[in-house]
Every structure is written in C-alpha cells, then in structure tokens.
C-alpha cells in the first residue's frame, strides 16, 4: 500500500513559474526520496533527503522535510516546458520492507 | 554503461498465454525489484530480490513468480496471462533497501 500521498494530483503553471508539490506519510522514515518521470519512461532519482535533514537543494530543486508533519515539498524553480514529467514521492522507514511510492503528481509546465 | 535494461519493451498476449520479462543491470546492486504502474495506481511493488539466489513478496504478488539465478538478472514470469495483468512493468536496482533506484525504460505489456 502506498505510504507517500502526493498534492495535488495534477499541476499546471506556465513556464518560469515556480511549482511545488507536496507529499505527506504515514509512519517515521529513514530517508525520502523524489523521482521524476517523463511519460513512457522509467523513473529517474531527483533528490533523497534523510530523517535528519530539513532541507536539500539540486539545481532548480529544493526539497523540505517536516518528519514532526510527515510531510515533505519538492519545489521547482523558474520551470521549463522540459520539466513536464510526473513527480513521485517514495519513503523507506526503518523496519525490512522496501521503498514504497505514492501515486505521483502530474506536472504540465506551457510554454 | 547500460544501467537497467528490460526486455522485450512490448509484448501481446492472449490470455493463458505464459512469457518472462528479463532485467538485467550491471551495477553490481545487491537489491532488484519488480514494480507494474497502471493509471491512477502509482507504482506496485510486485517482487523483490535481497541478493542472488533469493526472493520476496511484495504488494501484488499474485499470478507472478520472479527467480534471480545470477545476480545481475531478475526474471519476472506470467504463468497464465490474465487480462487483469495488462499494464507497464518496471525493474529496478539499488545497492541497498534505502539507496537510490535505478530503473529500466519498462515493459507495455497487453492481454487481450
């Protein structure tokens, strides 16, 4: 069962907006995750931000963590039409079971 | 360096009809997973490998069975195609459970 809910389901800015997406859970974590993927392909590792941390950038990315919320944001900065993917939240806590995934937030960026 | 690599990327079949999905990755990872996503589902965890030689259930197992011989491959076996199964699948790799996945291009995969 998915851990990780994103907000919303489905975006739309236009280019140079900012988007952010949210993700909320349900127990503690070891570490969260964010993945892109662009349509009709695999998904691809943005950025992983550990139960200790509070915030982690890359680029045009910036990710938050509130673990006392349980809740994370990934926000874009001055998005491109290339940034239209859908953006997956994925959470590991510190029993056995493997990354789990929310079901995604789709993101149309128009140019 | 390939990465993750899933083959066939396509494939039809009729219902009752068997095939394997291979995935195969040349990182070295420890961990191998087989996830399907269908619209509005996210991605299901179906199996999962720790390490050669062995395997795990995930969320839906069911109608599935996986083998990881080498371990550099995880095999995804369809004994008896149900229309139900009718989705993309994607393998995936880690070096651990927590680590960054890495993942194929998928597999379109129809019953009719």
């Known amino acids: 069962s998915q851990q990780g809910e994103e907000d919303p389901q489905a975006l739309s800015i236009q280019e140079g907006e900012n988007a952010t997406m949210n993700c909320s859970y349900k127990t503690s974590i070891n570490n969260l995750q964010w993945y892109r993927q662009n349509s009709g392909r695999g998904l691809v590792h943005l950025i992983l931000i550990r139960s200790n941390e509070r915030e982690k950038h890359s680029g045009r990315l910036r990710v938050t963590l509130d673990t006392s919320k349980k809740s994370s944001s990934l926000l874009i900065t001055a998005s491109r039409a290339a940034d239209t993917a859908s953006y997956f939240c994925a959470t590991i806590n510190s029993g056995n079971t493997p990354l789990v995934f929310g079901k995604g937030t789709r993101l149309s960026v128009i140019a | 360096n390939a990465g993750v690599t899933q083959t066939p990327k396509f494939r039809v079949l009729k219902t009752g009809q068997s095939m394997t999905l291979l995935c195969a990755q040349d990182?070295?990872?420890?961990?191998m997973y087989w996830y399907r996503q269908d619209p509005g589902m996210g991605l299901r965890l179906i199996h999962y490998s720790v390490g050669e030689g062995t395997t795990a259930k995930g969320e839906v197992p069911d109608g599935y069975n996986v083998s990881r011989l080498k371990k550099q491959n995880f095999l995804l076996g369809l004994e008896s195609a149900a229309p139900s199964q009718t989705s993309v699948y994607f393998c995936a790799s880690s070096f651990s459970r927590g680590n960054i996945q890495y993942f194929g291009a998928g597999t379109r995969l129809s019953v009719l």
């Open positions: 990182m070295n990872h420890e961990y």
